[in-house]
T-cell receptor, first 111, second 112 residues
Framework: SQQGEEDPQALSIQEGENATMNCSYKTSINNLQWYRQNSGRGLVHLILIRSNEREKHSGRLRVTLDTSKKSSSLLITASRAADTASYFCATDLSNTGKLIFGQGTTLQVKP | NAGVTQTPKFRVLKTGQSMTLLCAQDMNHEYMYWYRQDPGMGLRLIHYSVGEGTTAKGEVPDGYNVSRLKKQNFLLGLESAAPSQTSVYFC???????????FGQGTRLTVV
């Protein structure tokens, strides 16, 4: 089974609302990253949070990391129709070099 | 600065045929990865490399081989294609272990 499990699998909200996505993982990590994928395109890096950090912000994005629960959340505030995409968490497994992705959350923001 | 370039972008193979997917990066990155993406499965790691001349197995390595003879190139080979290998393949690279990944635009492979 995959290292990262994301919840929910799909999310539909109205423009202006906040969107929250969660990611859980199984083994110890160096860092956790979030990526965005527009339909049919490659993934684009959004934010990286290290294992010794608890919260990080980037524009309208807020990421939290709870290593005791092995979980992370991505909050997108004041969503826009252009935020419609799939969002993936990725974990950099300690001492392996592997970068493992979750199954993703598909976000639809309705105008 | 092209970033990560994948060749080809589309390909249709017959069962049993072989092919090689090429990934090239011009950022002098140490780490390179090959993933496949199937509907509802997210990205699954096939093989990866932590430096020139090294390769390692990922989550789903069976049926694939890789080589990293030059630092900038990471090749993914299918020796005998099967319909189960129909997928979108993504290559990615990172400067080192704990940094952001840069992705290519993907290769859509169909095996009939």
């Amino acid at each position: 089974s995959q290292q990262g499990e994301e919840d929910p699998q799909a999310l539909s909200i109205q423009e202006g609302e906040n969107a929250t996505m969660n990611c859980s993982y199984k083994t110890s990590i160096n860092n956790l990253q979030w990526y965005r994928q527009n339909s049919g395109r490659g993934l684009v890096h959004l934010i990286l949070i290290r294992s010794n950090e608890r919260e990080k912000h980037s524009g309208r994005l807020r990421v939290t990391l709870d290593t005791s629960k092995k979980s992370s959340s991505l909050l997108i505030t004041a969503s826009r129709a252009a935020d419609t995409a799939s969002y993936f968490c990725a974990t950099d497994l300690s001492n392996t070099g592997k970068l493992i992705f979750g199954q993703g959350t598909t976000l639809q923001v309705k105008p | 600065n092209a970033g990560v370039t994948q060749t080809p972008k589309f390909r249709v193979l017959k069962t049993g045929q072989s092919m090689t997917l090429l990934c090239a990066q011009d950022m002098n990155h140490e780490y390179m990865y090959w993933y496949r993406q199937d509907p509802g499965m997210g990205l699954r790691l096939i093989h990866y490399s932590v430096g020139e001349g090294t390769t390692a197995k990922g989550e789903v390595p069976d049926g694939y081989n890789v080589s990293r003879l030059k630092k900038q190139n990471f090749l993914l080979g299918l020796e005998s294609a099967a319909p189960s290998q129909t997928s979108v393949y993504f290559c990615a690279s990172t400067r080192d272990r704990a940094t952001e990944a840069f992705f290519g635009q993907g290769t859509r492979l169909t095996v009939v």
